[in-house]
C-alpha cells in the first residue's frame, strides 16, 4: 500500500540504502507478532513476493488464490494481491501459526522483511529505506546493516526486480485515472497481473 508521507517530514540523513547500517534487531521479535496480526490485512504483494511464494509453496499463482492464501484487493485504484486474513477478530495473517512463528519465514514477503522500515519513492523512480519510528513493539534494536536485515541472498537482483515492478505499477496507475471504459480498463488490469504474476 502506497501511504503519503510529506518528503520534508523525514531528514535526509535518514534516508539509507540498503548498505547502511540502522537500529533494527529485534532479538528475532522474541515472541511479538504485533506485525502479523491487525497490519496483515495491508499487506500487498509484488511480483518478487508471488514468485517466493509460488516456489516455496509450489502453488500456481491460481493455486494461491483457490487455497485463500492471497486475495485481490484494489489497492489506491489498482488490484493487486494481498495477504489472506484468518477470520477473527485479531485480523491474523493466513501464516500466522499459534507458536507466533511465520509458515513461510524463509520465503515471506518483502513488506515482512522491511519491518519497521519501509520504502520512500522519488518521482524518478529510484527509493529510499527509512525506519518508521515507534512503530516496533521492541525497538531498542541493535545495528544491523539493511541488506542482512532483509535477508535476500542477492539483494541488488530484489532491488531492481522491486524498481521493475513500481514503475510498470505507476504506469498503471496513471492508465488507469484516464478517462477509460471498463472493458478497457478490465483489460488492462488483466493484462497486468497476467504479466506480472501469472507467467
Ligand atoms: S513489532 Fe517489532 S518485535 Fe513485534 S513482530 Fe513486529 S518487528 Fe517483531
Ligand atoms: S507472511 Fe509471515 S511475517 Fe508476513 S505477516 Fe504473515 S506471518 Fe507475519
Known amino acids: ?7 520534508d517530514l523525514i531528514s535526509p540523513d535518514k534516508l ?13 521479535c522474541d515472541g511479538c507478532s504485533e506485525c502479523c ?21 509450489n502453488y500456481s499463482f491460481e493455486g494461491l488464490l483457490g487455497s485463500s492464501l492471497i486475495t485481490l484487493r484494489v489497492v489506491d485504484g489498482v488490484i493487486l494481491p494481498c495477504l489472506s486474513v484468518k477470520e477473527g477478530e485479531k485480523q491474523e495473517c493466513v501464516f500466522l501459526q499459534e507458536d507466533g512463528k ?16 519501509a520504502r520512500i519513492w522519488r518521482e ?5 529505506y527509512f525506519l518508521q519510528a515507534g512503530e516496533c513493539r521492541q525497538p531498542d534494536g541493535v545495528k544491523i546493516r539493511i541488506s542482512k536485515w532483509l535477508e535476500y ?17 505507476t504506469a498503471l496507475r496513471g492508465e488507469m485515472k484516464k478517462d477509460l471504459s471498463h472493458e478497457e480498463q478490465v483489460r488492462l488490469q488483466r493484462q497486468f497481473l497476467e504479466q506480472w504474476f501469472i507467467h
Open 102 to 117: 511465520c509458515a513461510v519465514h524463509s520465503f515471506r514477503p518483502g513488506i515482512c522483511r522491511m519491518f519497521p522500515l
Open 16 to 28: 539509507m540504502t540498503s548498505s547502511d547500517m540502522a537500529r533494527l534487531g529485534c532479538r528475532h
Open 1 to 7: 500500500m502506497i501511504r503519503e508521507i510529506d518528503a
Open 153 to 169: 541472498p542477492n539483494i541488488r537482483a530484489y532491488e531492481e526486480s522491486v524498481r521493475e515492478f513500481h514503475d510498470a505499477l
Open 37 to 57: 496480526t491487525d497490519r496483515a490485512e495491508a499487506i500487498t504483494l509484488d511480483a518478487w513476493d508471488i514468485r517466493m511464494l509460488k516456489e516455496g509453496l
Open 124 to 128: 524518478d523512480g529510484s527509493f529510499s
